[in-house]
């Protein structure tokens, strides 16, 4: 497994496996790797000849007083996880690489930027729409892979997909949990014993939302309530958002039909982490 860190390193490698019409694979990430980002390694080896994994912090995508300079970082650890799964190139630029002095282009998908997620972190979705329409342009994927663990941002990158011809494939793959129903995420690192204990609260409201569904409640104003009211019992919590939307325009929805995403963001003290299910064709996803 080779790691490369400048554009011309990973243009070659990438023009010798284009000549050759081998299938690429790629996993962009923001590295200190867990399940969620192996599942889709696993799956890119399963469905790619190549599979190349892009580690980057972007901060494009971090706000001012967010948490760009101490985000969790370890690529000693993140290689030897990725050499294990058979990875074949990590690309992993410096900053200066990404966005050298004079950068001025940038990638939006207007409204549905702005919602869920997007409201309480303004340039957000343009800095992921950016970077991974760069990344993309320089790995030239025949598909590439995303967790549902960030359901906005899979369908704001369908979007880009689509809207701008891009000729590579969006494959979103579920949720991977810790095995007491936590959502995987870098960011968990940064919770104390007792916030990861009162963190579980994000997948106990979704379990809520599941259980009224199921006994046959389709008002998303009542839904949401509940969940409010569990989440609020929380003393370490503070909700950022919980809401029930369509999975395409991510517009509230007043009632849930066929499909819906139920989504949430809260702070457990000082991190704040997300998590979500989908509701498709009926059936529940998280
Ligand atoms: P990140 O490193 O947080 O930017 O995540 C890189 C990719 O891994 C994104 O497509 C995420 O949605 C995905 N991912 C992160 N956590 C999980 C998880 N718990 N389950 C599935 N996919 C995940």
């Not at 799964?85 to 990404?98: A, H, I």
């Not at 029930?244 to 139920?262: F, M, R, Y």
Request: aromatic residues 6%; contains cysteine.
């Amino acid at each position: 497994m080779e790691i490369v860190g400048t554009v011309i390193e990973l243009r070659e490698k990438i023009q010798v496996w284009k000549k050759q019409g081998q299938k690429i694979g790629f996993v962009p990430t923001m590295g200190y790797l867990h399940e969620g980002h192996l599942s889709l390694v696993r799956e890119s080896k399963k469905r790619s000849n190549l599979t190349v994994v892009s580690i980057f912090v972007n901060p494009m995508q971090f706000g001012p007083a967010e948490d760009y300079k101490v985000y969790p970082r370890d690529l000693e650890r993140d290689r030897a996880l990725l050499e294990r799964e058979g990875v074949d190139l990590v690309f992993y630029p410096p900053v200066e690489v990404m966005y050298p002095e004079g950068y001025k282009t940038y990638v939006e998908v207007e409204d549905l930027q702005d919602k869920l997620c997007g409201k309480s972190r303004p340039g957000h979705f343009r800095g992921v729409c950016t970077v991974v329409l760069k990344l993309f342009n320089l790995v030239q994927p025949d598909e590439a892979y995303f967790g549902w663990k960030d359901a906005q941002q899979v369908i704001i990158l369908q979007k880009m997909v689509e809207d701008l011809n891009l000729p590579v494939k969006i494959v979103a793959l579920p949720l991977v949990r810790d095995h007491d129903g936590l959502a995987l995420s870098s960011r968990n690192t940064y919770l104390s014993p007792e916030e990861r204990r009162a963190a579980l609260v994000l997948k106990k409201s979704l379990d809520l939302a599941e259980k009224l569904i199921i006994e046959g409640e389709r008002e998303a104003r009542k839904i949401r309530q509940k969940m409010i009211e569990l989440i609020s019992a929380e003393p370490l919590a503070r909700i950022d958002y919980v809401e029930i939307v369509d999975l395409k325009t991510l517009e509230p929805l007043e009632t849930i039909g066929d499909q819906a995403l139920i989504a949430l963001a809260v702070f457990i003290g000082r991190t704040r982490l997300i998590d979500n299910l989908r509701i498709i064709s009926g059936g529940i996803e998280k």
